[in-house]
């Protein structure tokens, strides 16, 4: 069974950094390519970054929506079947509910991890 299993959320003041993680189960995880998405109430779900499938263990080519590129980093480690979205300069904007997926086909989304950006 496809799990997708988000951590790492919280309450940050802005300017912050979180780093959050997406733990993935039931499918060759090295062989798809991983997006982070976020959704904010009454907004569609936005990609917000995404990394191919490399050869190695991590890695990958890595692309960034235009309102996070240079803050946020992205990356995997598919030993650990795991993808990460370091989060730095947070602004109260980024507020929203993350989630994590395969880019293509995507599969069962998972709870997400709840990201609030506030002073």
């Known amino acids: 069974q496809v799990q997708l299993v988000e951590s790492g959320g919280g309450l940050v003041q802005p300017g912050g950094s979180l780093r959050l993680s997406c733990a993935a189960s039931?499918?060759?995880?090295?062989?798809?390519?991983m997006a982070w998405f976020r959704q904010t109430p009454g907004k569609e779900r936005e990609l917000v970054a995404s990394i191919s499938t490399t050869g190695g263990t991590t890695g990958g080519s890595t692309d960034y929506g235009v309102s996070v590129k240079g803050r946020f980093t992205i990356s995997r480690d598919n030993a650990k079947s795991t993808v990460y979205l370091q989060m730095n300069s947070l602004k109260p904007d980024d507020t929203a509910v993350y989630y994590c997926?395969?880019?293509?086909?995507?599969?069962?989304w998972g709870n997400g991890t709840v990201v609030t950006v506030s002073s």
């Open positions: 997926n395969r880019v293509f086909p995507r599969t069962n």
């Open positions: 039931g499918f060759t995880f090295r062989t798809y390519s």
